[in-house]
């Protein structure tokens, strides 16, 4: 690829990037949107990180999912500590020190 | 206004600090970033320049791949666009929380509304004294926005040495995880979270992140139709249970 195409890439990744974003936030009445519409704006960030989080906790590189492997053990043991703290960092921290034991115990 | 600044400063710094915990999973992401597009051929300009300009990391990680494949330029804008059609979502929630802000405002938040800032902010949006959120989320922004740009360099710079069997990648959907939990606060909330998780899942064949936007609209309508069978409609005259 040229260098000129790389940066055509690069200015048109961005503009497309902060169309997506800016989007609504341009809207000055959003209030006037229908009902339904506001109903469910509050539920898009639990079901986007959900989304995005459980294939790549369950999802193996060759693309079979996996329910009772380290990964998704060690992210069950970070999302209890998580709840039960409140703390993201004990979360995350469990969650890669459950994987590390857990992959050291059960070697693929 | 010296009785004002304290508060947006203590807002800033809140958003900054409950960030902190997050850059765990987007450093090591960016680092990877950084070397992969050496490695696919970019420049050190033009792999510091898709994070400097784009700021979205999965769309970058796909158009590196697809610049690898040597795809038609317009082909791999429109699949950064597809892979980011999320942020519509994002947007439309965020919206009547800065409707009122100047333009300028919304400019800046818009281009640092990525999935990180909009989870961590979403919980303090939805606090009772929310006057000030959007100094809170200036400070999730930018310090996502600068671990994102200081480690993509030194990916650039160091390449990736990490160790495979550290497993960091694991990292990233541990921070997701952790941005779930305080999102999770009634029984609508837990459904849309299992039916998203459950149709990404279901949908993960389908290519460049399409299934994902998908799964995410199924699964908002589904977390409605529980809130509204959970909270029926009270009929006129019935008082109501105290709870």
């Keep these: 690829m040229t260098p000129t195409e790389v940066w055509a890439v690069i200015l048109g990744g961005m503009v497309v990037t902060y169309t997506t974003r800016l989007s609504f936030l341009l809207l000055s009445h959003p209030e006037r949107l229908p009902n339904f519409f506001g109903r469910g704006l509050r539920l898009v960030a639990p079901a986007a990180l959900a989304a995005i989080l459980v294939p790549q906790v369950v999802v193996l590189e060759t693309g079979q999912a996996e329910f009772f492997g380290p990964r998704p053990l060690a992210a069950v043991i970070a999302a209890l500590i998580g709840w039960r703290t409140r703390n993201a960092w004990l979360a995350i921290g469990a969650g890669m020190i459950a994987l590390w034991v857990l992959q050291t115990l059960f070697p693929a | ?243």
């Design chain 2, 1 to 243: 206004m010296p009785s004002r600044s304290p508060t947006r400063l203590r807002e800033f710094l809140g958003g900054a600090r409950d960030t902190l915990p997050i850059l765990l999973g987007v450093v090591p992401f960016g680092l990877v970033f950084g070397a992969l597009a050496l490695e696919v051929g970019l420049t050190p300009f033009q792999a510091q320049g898709l994070s400097l300009f784009v700021f979205a990391g999965s769309a970058q990680f796909v158009a590196v791949d697809l610049i690898r494949q040597g795809a038609a330029p317009a082909v791999i804008i429109l699949t950064i666009f597809i892979v980011n059609l999320r942020h519509v979502l994002y947007s439309a929630s965020l919206a009547p929380h800065v409707a009122r802000l100047p333009l300028r405002w919304r400019a800046v938040m818009g281009w640092l509304l990525t999935d990180e800032a909009f989870a961590v902010s979403t919980p303090r949006y939805r606090s009772t004294d929310v006057e000030r959120g959007h100094w809170y989320f200036l400070g999730t922004g930018l310090a996502l926005w600068t671990g994102w740009q200081l480690s993509t360099a030194a990916g650039i710079v160091f390449g990736t040495r990490i160790p495979e069997s550290w497993s960091l990648d694991f990292a990233l959907p541990l921070t997701f995880l952790a941005m779930l939990v305080p999102n999770l606060l009634d029984r609508p909330a837990w459904a849309a979270a299992i039916a998203g998780g459950a149709l990404s899942l279901a949908l993960r064949a389908v290519p460049y992140g399409f299934g994902l936007v998908v799964a995410v609209v199924i699964a908002v309508g589904i977390g409605v139709t529980v809130e509204r069978i959970s909270r029926p409609k009270r009929l006129p005259g019935v008082t109501r249970d105290p709870d």
